[in-house]
């Protein structure tokens, strides 16, 4: 690794003899490292470390107030998905207080008085170690968000070819995901929920991809037989999203099993009724209908705005859930509804 990466790394020292930091805050100036943080004082730790957010931590263990154990324990907390090394400074070499050092996170002990030369040593193979893991890791973050990014692009494809079929458009997921997302925001959601459900309602229909020309395309009312085949829509999509750890393919495999429950407990492939109904299943449930009566399909012509608004209030507390559609309602007519 490069000898400037290394000297830009952020060094918080905790000791509180003035002499100490003193010492290494001179060594590691004239070795060129420029982002040195220091206290005397045991209790600023904690707060100087999310402040500075440290490479590094060089800490004594015998301070007044709160000893280099107690402060470690604090560290730990506070640390990111990968641990700052933390370098023990201390007089006390016995096996006892190394064990109890380690087991409290340090990752190396230097024994007092500091040699100049070992403390450089340690210092720079600390730090060495820590930028490689925090490389390592930012490549398999990256390759993983790469991955689940891959996943996603292959099942809007699937979705938006299962919606061709019965949609010359196509655009039928990204309406419904644009209406359930208005509504989230409507209901007040958090809006990095709005913005999973932005991406994860256009998957709602995904199952259908499994459903034959001769059901989805059938001009006429469907038997109770071909209906019954429809309804697998749900359970086949869900299955087709299932096992992800992606939090918007979680939350889309629960939009498509759900999507078609409601309210009365009538619906389908569960039949849950109320509140066990999942919040984005009873969402996306309004924004589905509101689009599928507004927009052709081959079995039906598209209704007037006004008047599938109205179908759409007369089934609050039916097939839908009230205070969803309430939000519904409120959503300016210049919105994607």
Request: glycine share 6%.
């Amino acid at each position: 690794m490069s000898e400037n990466i290394l000297k830009q790394g952020k060094i918080l020292i905790v000791d509180d003899e003035k002499a100490n930091i003193r010492f290494l805050e001179i060594i590691l100036q004239q070795a060129g490292y420029g982002n040195v943080f220091s206290t005397t004082d045991s209790r600023q730790s904690l707060g100087l470390f999310q402040s500075a957010r440290p490479d590094i931590v060089l800490l004594d263990l015998s301070m007044p107030h709160l000893d280099g154990f107690a402060v470690m324990q604090q560290l730990q907390r506070e640390m990111p998905g990968h641990a700052v090394p933390i370098l023990v400074l201390t007089a006390d070499a016995t096996l006892a207080t190394r064990h109890k050092a380690l087991k409290e996170g340090a990752r190396d002990f230097l024994t007092k008085p500091l040699d100049e030369i070992e403390v450089l040593l340690r210092i720079n193979n600390l730090l060495e170690t820590h930028f490689h893991s925090v490389v390592l890791e930012d490549k398999v973050r990256e390759r993983t968000q790469d991955l689940e990014k891959a996943q996603l692009e292959t099942l809007q494809r699937l979705a938006l070819a299962a919606e061709y079929r019965d949609d010359d458009t196509g655009l039928h997921t990204k309406r419904v995901g644009l209406v359930a997302s208005c509504i989230a925001e409507a209901l007040g959601l958090p809006a990095i929920q709005v913005d999973l459900i932005l991406r994860a309602a256009p998957l709602h229909d995904v199952g259908k991809i499994g459903i034959t020309d001769l059901i989805l395309l059938k001009p006429g009312k469907l038997t109770d037989e071909e209906f019954t085949t429809m309804r697998q829509h749900t359970t086949i999509g869900a299955g087709m999203l299932s096992g992800s750890t992606s939090p918007w393919l979680r939350l889309a495999e629960e939009i498509a099993i759900s999507h078609h429950e409601r309210w009365d407990g009538k619906g389908y492939p569960n039949g849950l009724a109320g509140n066990k109904i999942p919040l984005v299943g009873r969402i996306v449930a309004v924004a589905d209908v509101f689009d599928a009566l507004t927009n052709e399909r081959p079995y039906k012509k598209a209704w007037q705005v006004p008047a599938a608004l109205a179908e759409i209030e007369s089934q609050a507390g039916k097939q839908f859930d009230e205070r969803v559609v309430k939000a519904f309602l409120t959503l300016p007519r210049e919105a994607p509804v």
